[in-house]
């Protein structure tokens, strides 16, 4: 066998995707052209995967608003005026405010990938959003009729039917997308946001066999968006010790951007739990260059002298366009970058295990 390699998401929409949804939002098309616009672009981008040879394929998030807040496509009871995440270049993303309970999501993550295995017989893999995530839409001044423990309840229930369905529906892996992490220690250092966030996570793995866990991962990065991320500058040290702690079975690490790699597989070493699988990031969405196969070998067989290979595959550091209008990446970058990923992924295989 070689070495497991995944693609961990969202991918540039095309030209075509980009036109029509900026039809749709002005009211020139309606939702059907809309819909059929978004299916063509998903075929392309299974297409395209399969002849690069992906081993495992996504459906590129065409479809989605955004890898967080498609859940709530439809959803009446939102103010615009919740939490904003700052970014390093000076631009900003703001969630919704929740206005009024129950929570309950407009859409789960299975109707994306019902919509990508139409278009083939690859293993399919699904990005959800954490829960961790969608804490962040209740208001710290509270919710008149509905405590906040109450919402927690309905969020957790709601956030395992968005895994478990995508598991029913024969995803080969559902992975949770936990980008909050790094930024919650650099919005509290102390660490007391990160352990909140990891406990309700892990409220919702708990609810999953040892079987159903080893189909789901996590994935951490400092963000990905407009070419500039939100929380490179918080130290994987402080990090990944409280990671690690989550109850899933494999976990997908942004790597390749980090200065001091090697410190960073040290402490992959001494926390990774027992059976877990642990896929490293070779290849930097957000940079313009496009990585060489033999880089990408070289930093495989670098993490292999960390890790043991059995328990070794790769990815990307990050998803391609996580929020729909996010242009700064070329999909054919996109599509160089995760070639590359694949044969450096090869090429250091044949090294490791012949």
């Not at 409280?242 to 790699?261: D, M, R, T, V």
């Amino acid at each position: 066998m070689g070495i497991p390699t995944e693609p961990i998401g969202s991918i540039p929409r095309p030209t075509e995707l980009l036109a029509a949804m900026a039809d749709h939002a002005a009211g020139r098309i309606g939702g059907e052209e809309l819909a059929a616009a978004q299916d063509r672009a998903v075929r392309d981008t299974v297409r395209r995967l399969e002849e690069i040879g992906s081993p495992v394929v996504t459906d590129g998030e065409q479809a989605k608003p955004s890898f967080a807040t498609y859940p709530l496509t439809g959803l009446n009871q939102l103010a615009p005026d919740g939490v904003v995440i700052p970014f390093a270049d000076g631009h900003y993303r703001q969630l919704p405010r929740l206005t009024a309970g129950p929570l309950r999501y407009g859409v789960y993550a299975d109707h994306y990938l019902h919509a990508a295995l139409r278009h083939t017989d690859s293993p399919v893999k699904q990005a959800v959003i954490a829960p961790s995530a969608l804490s962040l839409l209740y208001p710290a001044d509270g919710i008149d009729g509905y405590p906040r423990e109450a919402f927690l309840d309905d969020l957790t229930a709601e956030a395992e039917a968005d895994i478990r369905r995508c598991l029913d529906a024969g995803a080969h892996r559902v992975q949770l997308d936990f980008t909050e992490a790094r930024l919650a220690l650099k919005i509290d250092p102390s660490g007391s946001l990160l352990d909140q966030f990891i406990a309700l996570n892990n409220r919702v793995l708990e609810r999953f066999s040892s079987t159903e866990k080893a189909r789901i991962g996590i994935h951490t990065c400092p963000g990905g968006d407009q070419d500039s991320t939100h929380s490179l500058d918080v130290d994987y040290t402080d990090l990944l010790p409280a990671l690690l702690h989550l109850k899933a079975g494999a976990f997908y690490i942004q790597l390749a951007s980090e200065p001091q790699p090697d410190k960073v597989l040290a402490v992959l070493a001494e926390h990774l739990p027992d059976q877990a699988q642990v896929f490293i990031g070779v290849t930097d969405p957000i940079d313009p260059r496009i990585e060489t196969p033999q880089e990408v070998r070289d930093r495989v067989l670098a993490a292999a002298r960390h890790l043991p290979s059995d328990r070794l595959g790769t990815c990307d550091d990050c998803g391609f366009s996580p929020f729909a209008d996010d242009t700064s990446t070329s999909r054919d970058t996109a599509f160089a970058k995760i070639s590359a990923r694949i044969e450096g992924t090869a090429l250091a295989a044949r090294e490791l295990i012949g």
